[in-house]
């Protein structure tokens, strides 16, 4: 039976995956051309994959975009024992927008899940990791030194996710802390 990473592959489409080197290292690109960045990710676990959330572009003919309905964070991380939804931001931010774009992406990946569900008949597919999500902002300051990163713990019914400030680097387990 193929696992539940090989059946994410089938159903997404190539161009919406970031591969993970042997070393377990990727690299996350801010596509915004007026703020391009790259952030590398260290530590990854050699199952996983990164999915680009924010290539699920066809929301405006289906979404209102109300309440933020159409906004998804840029990354999921999916191996064996986690999912990581992950925004990017450079400079100023709203939490309400970046908790409504993690809500989005969380949503995207419950569409795979269903696809694999109904499509592969595996009622267990991205599941424990889908209701146990850690949700991430990671926020680049230009000033900052480049290895250095600093978790702050906002897990709060108002900000439900971890904001980690860092340079051009930082490693995955600080994402799961």
Do not use: W
């Not at 996350?28 to 703020?35: A, G, H, M, Q, R």
């Amino acid at each position: 039976m193929p696992s539940c990473i090989d059946n994410l592959r089938r159903i997404l489409h190539q161009s919406s995956i970031t591969e993970v080197s042997g070393q377990g290292v990727a690299i996350l690109k801010e596509t915004d051309p007026s703020n391009s960045y790259e952030i590398e990710l260290k530590g990854l676990p050699p199952d996983s994959l990164i999915v680009k959330i924010e290539r699920f572009k066809e929301k405006r003919y289906f979404l209102n975009g109300r309440h933020g309905i159409a906004r998804r964070a840029d990354f999921a991380i999916v191996n064996d024992d986690a999912l990581v939804f992950i925004e990017l931001k450079s400079g100023k931010f709203q939490r309400t927008v970046v908790k409504r774009q993690l809500r989005g992406a969380q949503c995207v990946m419950d569409y795979c899940a269903s696809i694999g569900n109904r499509f592969f008949n595996d009622p267990n597919f991205l599941n424990p990791a889908i209701n146990n999500p850690h949700l991430v902002l990671l926020h680049t300051g230009r000033s900052m030194n480049k290895r250095r990163s600093i978790a702050e713990k906002n897990q709060s019914s108002n900000h439900p996710f971890k904001m980690i400030k860092c340079g051009s680097s930082v490693y995955y387990r600080e994402l799961l802390s």
